[in-house]
């Protein structure tokens, strides 16, 4: 029977949750300290499928700042995210780029994209 504790990030409330596999039950989890029904269900996702948003910057030539701000426009399975800031931290592009504009599709063969998180002209 494996414990994981982790805090909830979806409310201000910050409920510090124990979360446990029912040993008869595989999958089947038990959610403790939760105080609002949000939190089961990201107690759930993040012990099965933990994910996260990517935020970082690229180099960009031919614009008024040295770097581009970027994200994910879905969030990456945890499991990605150094192998996915490799690949992030090589990209050098030339201006002009626009706020939403795809910096780099299908991150890692997945459906995820990079995309710019500002304009720069």
Same mark, same amino acid.
């Given at each position: 029977m494996e414990k994981q504790e982790m805090i909830c990030i979806l409310c201000p409330l910050g409920c510090k949750m124990q979360v446990t596999e029912k040993p008869d039950q595989p999958g089947e989890l038990t959610v403790r300290g939760l105080q609002c029904k949000k939190g089961?269900?990201?107690?759930?996702?993040?012990?099965? $499928?933990?994910?996260r948003t990517l935020t970082s910057t690229v180099v960009i030539h031919n614009a008024p700042r040295p770097r581009l701000p970027v994200k994910t426009n879905k969030p990456l399975p945890k499991g990605l995210v150094f192998q996915a800031m490799e690949? /992030? $931290?090589?990209?050098?592009?030339?201006?002009?780029?626009? /706020?939403g504009d795809v910096i780099i599709k299908g991150l890692l063969g997945t459906d995820i994209d990079v995309v710019a998180t500002r304009s720069l002209e």
């Open positions: 089961k269900q990201y107690a759930y996702e993040e012990y099965t $499928n933990p994910t690949k /992030i $931290n090589k990209v050098e592009l030339d201006g002009p780029v626009h /706020i």
